[in-house]
Nanobody, 122 residues
């Protein structure tokens, strides 16, 4: 049984930083790509970032490029999302997801975490 557990969300002022973590269990973590998505109130879930199995390649949505960094530690079965220069429009529930190929489509991911709230005040 796969379990993905996000942590590190919270309330931060605009311009601040947060780091999300997602701990995985139940599968060989290094065999899967990992992605981050987010969903703001009243909006559809949107792609944020993805990282390949080894961590050597990363991909970002244009809206977060240059501000967010995805990374992973395969020894700790954990993927991270470092978020800098946060804006009020980054406010959303952030989800980590596990799959076999990086994609902007959430349907391509097999397993999902429960989500972590990130709120950015202006």
């Amino acid at each position: 049984q796969v379990q993905l557990v996000e942590s590190g969300g919270g309330l931060v002022q605009a311009g601040g930083s947060l780091r999300l973590s997602c701990a995985a269990s139940g599968r060989t973590f290094s065999a899967y790509i990992m992605g981050w998505f987010r969903q703001a109130p009243g909006k559809e879930r949107e792609y944020v970032a993805c990282i390949n199995r080894s961590g050597s390649s990363t991909y970002y949505a244009d809206s977060v490029k240059g501000r967010f960094t995805i990374s992973r530690d395969n020894a700790k079965n954990t993927v991270y999302l470092q978020m800098n220069s946060l804006k009020p429009e980054d406010t959303a529930v952030y989800y980590c997801a596990m799959g076999t190929v990086c994609s902007i489509l959430d349907s391509r991911y097999d397993y999902w975490g429960q989500g972590a709230q990130v709120t950015v005040s202006s």
